[in-house]
């Protein structure tokens, strides 16, 4: 069974040779995000940033086990 360490190397690989379409799902995944975290929209678009840069091949991986922040009171 492959490691964490091996699943996300091979992401990584993935979205170097596929840069568009990996592009494409972190900016889905920014949209349904920011439609569920209202008011939070300029953390989402860091969390997004840092997450393209380091599938194209940046050094510092996003934070994990780090929780979105709680939905406004309604």
Do not use: C, I, R
């Not at 900016?27 to 393209?52: C, I, N, P, R, Y």
């Amino acid at each position: 069974m492959a490691g964490l360490g091996d699943m996300v190397n091979k992401a990584k690989e993935w979205a170097g040779q596929n840069p568009d379409k990996a592009d494409s799902f972190v900016d889905k995944g920014t949209d349904a995000l920011k439609g569920k975290f209202e008011g939070h929209e300029e953390q989402v678009d860091q969390f997004s940033d840092k997450a393209k840069d380091y599938l194209h091949g940046g050094e510092n991986p996003p934070p994990q086990g780090e929780q979105p922040p709680p939905p406004p009171p309604q």
